[in-house]
């Protein structure tokens, strides 16, 4: 089965430097996956790669078997892959509904579904359906996240790529954004998130990657990883030689 996105060998950085050494990585539909690792492993270049922040200097990715891999950030999301970025993902100083309509128009491009789409977000979102008229900058961290993704969902993404959505937000707060997220998968939306948060992702995911130094140290389904893998020793113990990968 062809996988939903495929990366194939990347690698990327900034100035003359990789950050991200030959990693690759398969993702299926109706599959979460989390790429986790210490600070410093790439994680978040890495989904900035895939999202077409920064550019890929070799290597390919495929979405639903059509390469992507030149293709400019907006072009990505018109061909199908959504993208919430950790920090500045909304317009503080606009409403919620300023917010989204403001996606709608942007994303929609004259196409006449853009109504269609806010009734869907409303559906996985209800709490936003009551702070239309609320600033975003007003929100709690979890509900600016909702609307975050919201945005995101109205382009209507075959794939969504989530860079640290639980970042910052207190214990409660990031188990609801986890079932937030798992409610967008249940929708048949296909899901990469990098993830800090390791308990609470696992919760949810059903295959991890796991980084370091750059490169892929471990590629498995997150029951595997629970049952024969300390992730202690992942994250800290030698770098050198063959990275140690193991199929789902």
């Known amino acids: 089965m062809t996988p939903l996105l495929l990366a194939e060998g990347l690698f990327a950085g900034y100035g003359n430097g ?5 990693v690759s990585l ?9 790429v986790m690792g210490p600070n410093g492993s790439g994680k ?6 895939l999202a077409g922040l920064v550019p890929c200097r070799q290597g390919r ?19 199908g892959l959504g993208y919430v970025p950790q920090e500045f993902n909304v317009f503080r100083n606009l409403t919620v509904r300023e917010n989204l309509d403001l996606a ?23 709490v936003l359906s009551r702070r239309l008229k609320s600033l975003a ?23 969504l790529l989530l860079d640290e959505p639980s970042a910052g937000l207190s214990p409660k707060a990031a188990e609801e954004m986890f079932q ?3 409610r967008v998968h249940a929708t048949g939306v296909g899901v990469l998130m990098v993830e800090q948060n390791v308990a609470g992702a696992l919760a949810i995911t059903h295959d991890v990657m796991v980084l370091v130094g750059g490169a892929v140290r ?21 770098t050198e030689g063959a990275a140690l990968e193991a199929a789902p």
Not at 18 to 22: A, H, K, L, S
Not at 44 to 49: G, L
Not at 61 to 76: D, F, K, M, N, S
């Open 18 to 22: 990789d950050i991200v050494r030959g």
């Open 26 to 34: 398969q993702a299926g539909a109706g599959r979460i996956t989390t």
């Open 44 to 49: 978040s270049t890495f989904i900035k790669v």
């Open 61 to 79: 990715i495929l979405l639903e078997g059509q390469e992507v891999t030149h293709l400019a950030a907006p072009l990505r999301v018109a061909a």
């Open 104 to 126: 709608s128009a942007v994303l929609h491009r004259g196409r006449r579904d853009g109504k269609a789409g806010l009734e869907r977000v409303f559906e996985l979102f209800p």
């Open 137 to 159: 900058g007003n929100l709690s961290g979890g509900e600016r996240q909702m609307l975050a993704f919201a945005s995101a969902l109205l382009a209507r993404p075959r794939f």
């Open 180 to 182: 937030t997220v798992a």
């Open 218 to 238: 471990l590629a498995t389904t997150a029951e595997d990883l629970k049952r024969q893998h300390d992730l202690h020793q992942l994250y800290l113990g030698p």
